[in-house]
């Protein structure tokens, strides 16, 4: 069992999501050079030697913020269930899932990565590494699909994961919820489509899967 967390260490914890949510409200508002950590400790509430201590400087406070989008989509333990999963439509819909909880709960961090990349050399180095991870999670799930026999006849696994992560990446989730869909619908329909792109013929009598529920 482990220990009830003491109030200084949950205070700690508070801080610091303070201080990570000021950060990203700034970034979004004013940019990534525009904001300094004075800037991020006033809105946080907190001083300048406090944001230090919690978090650190402006290049470790970014990666925090995109550490804390891929626990807060739980992106480690659907990573491992896709690992683990045997039937290739529950390996297909666990890799959309991914893409929907990092899209739907980091499209802001994103969108500011992105925005940035092109004039602050940090920025496009943290959303280069983003974009490289994209690719590697859809070369896992077209890995395991493959390793399943599972890939649509004549398909070629780069071919897939091309297909894989186009279709799910953040952008086009942005785009889909700016005409009023829901991450339901996405995922739903994200599913479908790559399945119907990507996976073998299923045998008669089997049911698909759907993406969300």
Do not use: N
Not at 127 to 142: C, N, V
Not at 197 to 211: D, F, H, K, W
Request: glycine share 10%.
């Amino acid at each position: 069992m482990s220990r009830p967390i003491s109030r200084r260490a949950r205070q700690a914890q508070e801080t610091r999501r303070d201080i990570l949510d000021a950060a990203l409200r700034l970034f979004a508002t004013r940019g990534y050079t525009g904001t300094a950590i004075a800037d991020i400790a006033a809105e946080a509430g907190v001083a300048v030697p406090t944001v230090y201590a919690s978090v650190g400087a402006k290049p470790l406070l970014l990666g925090r913020l995109l550490e804390a989008v891929d626990l807060q989509a739980g992106v480690p333990e659907l990573a491992h269930a896709l690992g683990a999963a045997t039937d290739p439509q529950e390996v297909l819909a666990l890799g959309v899932r991914i893409t929907r909880q990092v899209a739907e709960r980091g499209s802001t961090i994103i969108k500011v990565l992105a925005s940035a990349a092109g004039s602050e050399p940090e920025m496009g180095q943290a959303y280069a590494e983003g974009l490289a991870k994209h690719r590697a999670g859809a070369t896992s799930t077209i890995r395991r699909i493959a390793t399943l026999g599972a890939l649509a006849p004549g398909l070629a696994e780069p071919d897939a994961v091309a297909v894989f992560a186009t279709l799910t990446d953040t952008p086009v989730y942005d785009g889909l919820t700016g005409h009023g869909w829901s991450y339901d619908r996405c995922e739903t329909w994200l599913f479908d489509t790559l399945a119907a792109q990507l996976l073998r013929a299923p045998e008669p009598g089997s049911t698909a899967r759907r993406g969300a529920r």
